[in-house]
């Protein structure tokens, strides 16, 4: 078992990443990092209900359970901020999801105290915002 999670690991690091834009209308681009394992997607310029100003946002961050714990959540994310133009990146979790809130907030984002709650496919989900703010973070 433990060869297979090295070979796993090594398969995480060395795949490529690869990039898409998958929507560019209105000023608002959202553009998709894959990988094996998973798939991130970012906008440079944060939708309106990013309460953020002038704020970039991880719209989405899936890595897949079987490559959960091997780093490529945490590279998928590095890849988006690289990319993105704004100190400030915002983000909306499913409320009661605290694997992926402590994932951000291990990562240096932070809850707000905003929520949202939409109708999807006839169910009403919550979510949180959560914030990252890089130029703090550097001054820590």
């Known amino acids: 078992q433990i060869t297979a999670k090295i ?3 090594k398969a995480i690091i060395v795949t490529p990443i690869t990039r898409f834009l998958i929507y560019d209308k209105d000023g608002v681009s959202l553009l998709l990092i894959h990988t094996r394992g998973g798939f991130a997607c970012y906008a440079k310029e944060a939708r309106e209900f990013i ?3 002038g704020a970039s ?3 989405a961050l899936y890595v897949l359970k079987e490559y959960q714990g091997y780093g490529l959540g945490e590279r ?5 901020l690289f990319l ?3 100190p400030q990146v915002g983000l909306l979790v499913l409320e009661g999801n605290r694997q992926a809130i402590g994932f951000y907030e291990h990562m240096g984002f932070r809850l707000t105290g905003r929520r949202r709650t ?3 496919y006839g169910a ?3 979510e949180l915002e959560m914030v990252l703010d890089r130029d703090r973070a550097s001054r820590n």
Do not use: K, N, S
Not at 76 to 80: A, T
């Open 57 to 59: 946002e991880l719209c």
């Open 76 to 80: 998928l994310l590095d890849e988006c």
């Open 118 to 120: 939409d109708q999807l």
């Open 84 to 86: 993105l133009p704004h």
């Open 124 to 126: 009403e989900i919550t």
């Open 51 to 53: 309460t953020l100003p």
């Open 7 to 9: 070979l796993l690991l």
